[in-house]
């Protein structure tokens, strides 16, 4: 699914989006922590498109996994977690390649 360039998506877009109901995303946002949407100054919800990538990811724990709610928030936070970790190695490589490209330069 191709989501928009778009700052900030309304909860009817989102539902739209990812055909999942309005009153489904406000009960996932009680349930899930890492889904908390913004809100504007009317008190609307203003989802990013990371919400709008993790409600598809939740829909697909439930709908298609058939995890249960406990289980997809489980399957979240240990894929939250090899984020994390992963996240530190990918920073060195990254560096390490920079760091040789200048060597490379300084070099010649």
Request: charged share 40%; aromatic share 10%.
């Amino acid at each position: 699914m191709k989501i928009p360039e778009k700052l900030f998506f309304s909860i009817s877009e989102v539902s739209n989006l990812t055909g999942v109901k309005p009153y489904v995303l406000r009960y996932w946002e009680s349930e899930f922590d890492l889904l908390k949407p913004e809100k504007n100054e009317a008190g609307n919800r203003r989802y990013r498109k990371k919400d709008v990538e993790l409600i598809l990811r939740i829909k697909e724990l439930l709908y298609e996994d058939l995890y249960t709610i406990a289980g997809a928030k489980k399957r979240l936070q240990e894929e939250k977690r090899k984020r994390i970790k992963k996240a530190p190695i990918l920073w060195i490589s990254e560096l390490k390649k920079e760091l040789q490209e200048i060597l490379e330069i300084l070099s010649k």
